[in-house]
Nanobody, 121 residues
Framework: QVQLVESGGGLVQPGGSLRLSCAAS????????MRWYRQAPGKQRELVAV???????NYADSVKGRFTISRDNAKNTVYLQMNSLKPEDTAVYYC???????????????WGQGTQVTVSL
C-alpha cells in the first residue's frame, strides 16, 4: 500500500514563506509525475505546480515567480517552497503523484491527506 504524507503547513503572515513536503512510502517501484493542488473554502481544487521525473516544472499563473516545486527521487519526496505568500494563497494543499508499485505494471494516482496553509496577519 502506498501513502503520501504532507507536512509543513501552518499560519504565516503575508509576505512570509513556508516549505511543504510530501513523502511517499510503501512498495514503490517508480514515481512519475508529482503535483501540488490546493483547495480554498468554497472553491474548486486547483493545480498549483507539477514536476516530471526529469525535473521539468509547470506552475499556475497565480503562483509563478513565488512558488518552486522540487523533488528528491532518492527520498520519494516532493517539495513546494512558497515565498511572498498572500492571503489568497490560504487553502488546504494536497500532494498528488502517479506511482507504479512493485506488484503492478501500471501507474496509479494517489493523493495525500492535505495540509492547511493560512496566510493572515
Amino acid at each position: 500500500q502506498v501513502q503520501l504524507v504532507e507536512s509543513g503547513g501552518g499560519l504565516v503572515q503575508p509576505g512570509g514563506s513556508l516549505r511543504l513536503s510530501c513523502a511517499a512510502s510503501g512498495s514503490i517501484f517508480r514515481i512519475v509525475g508529482m503535483r501540488w493542488y490546493r483547495q480554498a473554502p468554497g472553491k474548486q481544487r486547483e493545480l498549483v505546480a507539477v514536476i516530471s521525473t526529469g525535473g521539468n516544472t509547470n506552475y499556475a499563473d497565480s503562483v509563478k515567480g513565488r512558488f518552486t516545486i522540487s523533488r528528491d527521487n532518492a527520498k520519494n519526496t516532493v517539495y513546494l517552497q512558497m515565498n511572498s505568500l498572500k492571503p489568497e494563497d490560504t487553502a488546504v494543499y494536497y500532494c498528488n503523484a502517479d506511482i507504479q508499485t512493485a506488484r503492478t505494471t501500471s501507474l496509479t494516482n494517489y493523493w495525500g491527506q492535505g495540509t492547511q496553509v493560512t496566510v493572515s496577519l
